[in-house]
DNA sequence: GCATTTTTTTAGGTTAGGCTAATTATTAGT
DNA sequence: ACTAATAATTAGCCTAACCTAAAAAAATGC
């Protein structure tokens, strides 16, 4: 597989993670920032390859090799990411970009040397899951914070935008990945939320903020 | 620069190492295992980056900026090989080709913490020396071990070959970079010679390994 | 339910980096 | 010094991954 192939096969994986049976080649192409053109192009590749199923005009499908093969890409991406964070002492909002190029590395020893170096880790410094080396992932159930009710309680355990202006956004008002919080308000009109964190921080954030972070219940 | 472009300077930089002032196109398609045809393309592109000085039929010179640029790429190949043999535990024979796929990450700040990281190391897993950010290198003289004369002692530094057969067979006999020695004996017919290692060790080697080995005195 | 809009695909072009075959420059041999 | 051999370049083609413009299929609106 190429990079630019990966690539796209990470996105398809990525697109149809919400129980999506199908992704149409307009999303992939938001996704990529290509032009559906050329996405065209690049799913009657992979069809061949039969990492997706694809019918003309009908969208595609992911096929279990196809998961398995992003999943071993999007492993590669968050142990990297950990070992930028954690080794190298790089932000949370610096390491999107760099663990794009280094999880192209072809290399099966590499990854595997890694992981034991990094201990094995089991989620990435955005609170992602990392897949094993079988593509196995167990991940505990989440919730979305605006869709969270009063009196309901839980950790940050992830972040849906990882971009740096949101990354930096939570860092500036005091959220992390890890942070315990509990839902004090809610305002129906506009969606915007009250919450408490580590039980001493009130926090105030508009429901498209709360939309892009997942909490998770022990 | 490309992936491509940075693969053809570091091979001329390489080639040009020995003083020589130009470098032949079939020299760079024997270094890069590409073809005169597609070399002769790619010096024309390198020319006009003002890297090399090409002039048609007469070979290329390296530009002080190419040496710059090739010395960037060397840097981050040895110092991801000293990550390698350092902290993944790769043996010092497996480094080479992921090396080679590493040094093209584009990411200053990457480079600058991994330097950090390794403890700011001068000298890579074989002994070659790593430049410094601005493209500097200390390096002592070195003699080549075939070259030396009996009673003559020093330490192994480097070696010029560094395929995997090679390291492994010096892995075999008990040679390692670091270990000291003397030349106890050389035969005339043969070029063939005698070595005492680290203080106990005997070794007997054929010219054509004894070339391939640098040594400094210290 | 037919026309319009949207989505997707196809056709054809571009750039990077390879190739082979043919041509041209340089170098070597007698 | 002239011919033969070698080295280098050009011409023309290929594949991957993008693009734009045009055509075709599917979805939507009234």
């Known amino acids: 597989m190429t990079t630019a192939e990966e690539n796209y096969l990470k996105a398809i994986y990525h697109l149809s993670e919400g129980g999506k049976k199908s992704v149409s080649t307009n999303d992939v192409a938001g996704a990529m920032k290509t032009k559906p053109a050329s996405v065209s192009d690049m799913l009657r590749k992979l069809g061949e390859k039969e990492v997706i199923e694809y019918r003309k005009y009908y969208g595609v499908h992911i096929t279990d090799e196809g998961k398995k093969q992003a999943l071993q890409t999007i492993r590669k991406h968050r142990l990297w990411e950990v070992f930028l964070v954690d080794k190298l002492n790089f932000a949370w909002d610096e390491v999107h970009e760099v663990a794009e190029e280094l999880e192209h590395i072809q290399s099966p020893l590499l990854i595997q040397r890694l992981d034991t170096f990094l201990n094995y880790p089991k989620f990435d410094p955005h609170g992602d899951p990392i897949p094993d080396e079988f593509g196995d992932v167990k ?4 919730l979305v914070l605006n869709e969270m009710e009063i009196g309901q309680m839980g950790q940050i355990v992830a972040v849906k935008d990882s971009s740096a202006a949101f990354l930096k956004y939570l860092d500036k008002v005091g959220a992390y990945i890890g942070a315990r919080i509990k ?36």
Chains 1, 2 share one sequence.
Request: avoid cysteine.
């Open 139 to 142: 991940a505990k159930p989440r």
């Open 183 to 218: 839902i004090l308000d809610k305002t129906d009109f506009d969606g915007s939320i009250e919450i408490l964190v580590d039980q001493k921080k009130n926090l105030f954030m508009s429901k498209d903020v709360a939309a892009n972070i997942l909490i998770q219940q022990s």
